[in-house]
């Protein structure tokens, strides 16, 4: 094995290596018991634990050694060095350990991940930091996963690398110190590349061809990771950070966690959100709230790196086996100095206005009876489909407009709450009655929604109580439910099936509409999902509207309706009506909207 080290090691271009032309030879000695392998300069002897033998490290730890065998020949290292009695810089021990690290990688490539894996998690310090936050080309005995940054930044581009390949094995050749405070001022201002590895992309400027292996590619064994977790109804955390960086607190949305990472200059903070693997524990939807104040990238679920500057506070989210996203990976970066990252994980807020549109029947166990003079072309009973069209509007904009979604102290229930100067008359003489509670568990989002409208004493037309917008046309249609402005088209609140021969019309409308919405997947609001949820058609209306989140979910609506109209011509008049009861299930697609988002009917002024 110490052949087969030290014949790679050649070949690599490190001359001390080349045993026979220098006449050398490689003292191994097995100690009993167990410990650390170590490289004694003292008299050029590696002593290695008997517990290492037959380990699947031993190559590695020997490698490690062997490297240190080498430097001696040009760096002359004494036993002042390990005692640090002669005063060594922490400088030059930093680069003997992390070079030493770097060449066991040239060995053996695989190494790269044991690195990361073995030296990425260890929390140091009385404030619990891990070894990526501390600044490049300084020492402490848990530093070793620094030949990650130095891995990164050897390359041939001298615009991002302060070292080249060649220029490494010339340092260690001729035992020089090349990361110097200008290396370590090009390896700060160029941490994206950094990011962007530990994100599992490869560099875009620097070392491009660095292998990428299963711990970056998925984003697990170091830095700190956070899982959310049911503990017994209530939501906890399964974390590897530690109190003081680290710290899990009750706060104005229950169990939360904060975190205070301190980054020195050159430095970067890797965290991951992730779900557990069995859905089962999964605890209540999460997100995360990044405070201004330190720049850094991240990916949603294994996606495009995004950046975002640190200069204003960000909400990130939702993470969640059933309803939300798998996994959230962040790098934060020290690029222009020292930085604190400060974030706060938290039960998901789905305070606001849920507003839901409908997609399709999933069943139909509703009847509806019509009656009246109209023709019986116009006369044919209302569909599943125009009445799960019309209880989604109604159930998602009436609520919105004058009211929203409130947090319940001490609880994670949201209570549909009357805004201050909201008018449940919508300009008529009676009051529509809406109830409303969305509820988050370890389960994902149910919102149910009540509105009842009382019935009229009379015949109204159609500017008063809720509004109806009526087309040029004189038909009641269905057009798009987003416009600019921040206001919706008013969808007709009667159906497609009434279709008025004469320019005087009168509707009425009443009766309870009862929803519980089942979200089946929560996403991000960005213009992607909106197309992937809504579709290119309406995409642009709906990000104009800058929801919170995008939605997909299941309703089911308890019905008990009544709609009806007619015209009236100089023929005289001719009417219909049709009262509709039973459930219906069906699909909706939906956005969560800051409340004051939605906040009129068009036409009701």
Known sequence: MVQKIMSTYQAE???????????????????????????????????IPQDSMGKDNLASELAHELAHWVQDAAYNMASSYWSNKLGISSTSKWWLETSAEYMVMLYEPKYIDQNLLSYGTTSLGADKRTPFQFAPNQWNDDL??????????????????????????????????????????????????????????????????????????????????????????????????????????????????????????????????????NAELAGYPVEIEVSPGCPFYYTEEGGEIQYNDGTAKTVIGPLHSKTGLSGIRIVAVATDGAKTFTAKIRPLDISGDWIFVFDSIVSNNMVCDSSGNESNDNNDPTTPEEMAQLTSYINSYIPAIPGEYVKDAGANTYTWTLSPGGDLTFGGDTAVV????????????????????????????????????MASTCFF?????????????????????????????????????????????????????????????????VNELTPKYIASGITTADVNWTIGGGTVTIEGESSSTTVCTGKIVYKVNGVLLNDGVITDFPGSE
């Open 477 to 541: 249609v269905f057009p798009l439910l987003f416009r600019k402005n921040k206001r919706v088209f008013l969808i007709s609140i009667i159906s497609a099936m009434l279709l008025i021969s004469g320019c005087s019309a009168f509707f009425l409308m009443y009766g309870d509409l009862t929803t519980s919405t089942v979200v089946d997947k929560l996403l991000p609001a960005s213009p992607e999902n909106t197309v992937k949820v809504f579709g290119e058609s309406a995409s642009t209306q």
């Open 434 to 469: 809406v109830n409303g509670m969305a509820l988050l568990d370890s389960k994902g989002i149910t919102v149910q929604t009540f509105v009842s409208i009382p019935q009229p004493e009379s015949r109204l037309p159609g500017n008063k109580a809720i509004p109806v917008a």
């Open 13 to 47: 271009g490190f001359t001390a290596a080349n045993l026979v032309k220098n006449g050398y030879k490689v003292n191994v000695v097995i100690e009993p018991g167990s410990g650390d392998p170590v490289y004694s300069p003292s008299n050029g002897t590696v002593h």
């Open 144 to 277: 070793y996963l620094h030949a990650q940054l130095l891995k990164v930044f050897t390359c041939d581009n001298p615009s991002a690398c302060p070292i080249s390949p060649q220029k490494f094995v010339n340092a260690i050749n001729n035992g020089a110190f090349p990361i110097d405070s200008s290396a370590v001022e090009k390896i700060s201002a160029n941490l994206d590349d950094f990011a962007r590895y530990l994100l599992g992309k490869s560099p875009q400027k620097a070392n491009s061809m660095i292998y990428l292996l299963n711990s970056v590619k998925n984003g697990t064994g170091y830095g700190e990771s956070v899982t959310p977790v049911d503990n017994k109804g209530d939501l906890n955390f399964k974390k590897t950070g530690y109190e003081p960086q680290m710290k899990q607190t009750s706060g104005g949305t229950g169990t939360e966690l904060d975190i205070q990472a301190v980054i020195e200059k050159g430095g970067v903070y890797p965290l991951m959100l992730e779900t557990p693997r």
